[in-house]
């Protein structure tokens, strides 16, 4: 094979085989993956299998154990590279300590051409390692109210809410959004020159993804881009050692996969707004509306969605397991999926003439008015007022709709309102309002999965057991 697989293990103190848990599998198309002994990620291998190497995987923390044989590759650096005491030096532990870290899957430990029996270590994951010791709070926080209650988490350079206004990277959304395609938005969100992501040719997926898409065609669109993503990730190469070019050109397929899923249509190189238009056979005056709809919702802040995406990716989860999260959330009505709620109050609009009577009705029943109102935008959510305009350009009567209430109230429309408005002017299938909504928000879901890793820290939380304990009576 081209580049070579060696396996490199280290003897610890007392004997204790000590063995890294991580490895890169070189390929003539790019790198792979082995992400903590869950799975491996391998894209555009072309290379013939791997050369089966016998290894021995142990815990460094207990001796004595039996070693279980198994086959890995080496993981290759262009970066400087540790001794074991360089490396314990420089995070300030002993040795033992540093094979616990390699044990843990916290560290890389990377065969030695030439001490077969030594190991080296990535200078790049000892430094960010040593720096999350250093940033670790001492005191256990209180999450309880900061994940019910909506407060601030996270610090983000992508996207927030300033004073009612969408900004994205410094760029106020909509006034941006009107002049941008989706391409040149996800550039911009993941820091990238747009010609370096998207200027290759169409991403090649196997005959058994194209035999799904085919089947699945009138599949729930959510279930159907699930299923077609799975087939594809094997396919896609986004482990957290790309840089450069090669990250961006990954990104680039990504997102490109990510939108052939969701419309079950092979991967093109067309204008992604096009494809959609395409898929749905959207005619010419409404490509522009789509091409808009598609930047508004490219990112949607830091959400559950984006939150999601982080924590896989602070687990050095690759790019397409990081979507694979966000995809999950297609199903959740509470994350943007009132969409059928909304279609359903649009239909009764439409037959009663009246958006004021059908919320007096809804509040009659004491029932919630579905796409009006969202408790960030007290003065409307600026994406919605573009997409009721755009539609409204194609012939739709929605924003007629949002006179003052009787009592003066104003009737501010959600996203999902304007893109289900959006969506019947432009005559497309009665699922594309959640398409739209979560379509464009791989790029946005990368782009958070980027900033993640730049942090260089792990997410994690602590449950707080307050269960009975044992030897109390426990009611059946």
């Not at 000590?18 to 869950?38: D, E, M, P, Y």
């Not at 990250?247 to 093109?268: D, E, I, S």
């Not at 982080?310 to 969409?339: K, W």
Request: hydrophobic content about 45%; overall charge positive.
């Amino acid at each position: 094979m081209p580049d070579g697989c060696r396996h490199g293990q280290e003897v610890a103190p007392g004997g204790a085989t000590a063995v890294w848990r991580r490895a890169w599998h070189g390929s003539t198309g790019g790198q792979g993956r082995v992400g903590n002994s869950t799975g491996i990620e391998c894209g555009g291998c072309t290379s013939p299998a791997l050369q089966p190497v016998a290894c021995a995987i142990v815990n460094v923390d207990q001796c004595n154990q039996v070693k279980h044989a198994m086959t890995l590759s080496t993981p290759r650096y262009s970066g400087e590279l540790l001794s074991a005491d360089q490396a314990a030096a420089r995070l300030g532990v002993r040795k033992a300590t540093l094979y616990a870290y390699v044990s843990r899957g916290l560290l890389t430990a990377v065969a030695d051409p030439a001490q077969t029996r030594q190991s080296r270590y990535p200078a790049w994951e000892v430094d960010r390692l040593r720096q999350g010791r250093r940033d670790r709070p001492c005191a256990t926080p209180e999450l309880q109210g900061t994940l019910f209650d909506g407060l601030p988490l996270l610090d983000t350079q992508l996207t927030g809410v300033v004073d009612g206004d969408i900004v994205v990277r410094g760029r106020s959304l909509v006034p941006w959004a009107r002049q941008v395609s989706l391409e040149e938005a996800a550039a911009v969100l993941w820091g990238v020159r747009p010609e370096a992501a998207f200027s290759g040719p169409a991403p090649l997926l196997p005959a058994v993804w194209h035999t799904m898409a085919d089947q699945l065609q009138d599949a729930d669109p959510a279930s159907r881009a699930v299923a077609l993503w799975g087939v594809a990730m094997p396919h896609l190469n986004g482990g957290v050692h790309l840089q450069g070019d090669d990250l961006a050109a990954a990104l680039g397929r990504h997102l490109r996969v990510f939108v052939a899923c969701w419309l079950a249509k092979a991967p093109a190189d067309t204008p992604l707004h096009l494809q959609v238009a395409q898929a749905w056979r959207v005619p010419e005056p409404g490509h522009d509306a789509l091409r808009l709809a598609l930047v508004l919702c490219a990112d949607v802040m830091t959400n559950l969605m984006g939150l999601s995406s982080r924590m896989v990716a602070s687990v050095q989860g690759s790019l397409a397991a990081c979507l694979l999260a966000s995809l999950t959330y297609g199903f959740a009505r509470l994350s943007g999926g009132e969409f059928e709620a909304v279609e359903a109050m649009f239909d009764e609009v439409e037959a009663t003439g009246s958006l004021a009577s059908v919320a007096a009705a809804h509040r009659a029943r004491g029932d919630a008015l579905p796409g009006i109102h969202h408790h960030l935008f007290v003065r409307g959510d600026p994406r919605a007022a573009a997409l009721v305009q755009a539609a409204t350009a194609l012939g739709s009567e929605a924003a007629s709709w949002l006179a003052p209430e009787a009592d003066g109230s104003p009737m501010h429309p959600t996203l999902d309102f304007g893109l289900v408005a959006l969506r019947r002017a432009l005559k497309a299938p009665r699922q594309a309002a959640l398409m739209l909504a979560h379509l464009p928000r791989a790029a946005g879901t990368m782009a958070q999965a980027l900033e993640q890793r730049a942090h260089g820290r792990r997410m994690w939380v602590q449950a707080r057991y307050v269960g009975p304990r044992p030897g109390r009576a426990v009611p059946r």
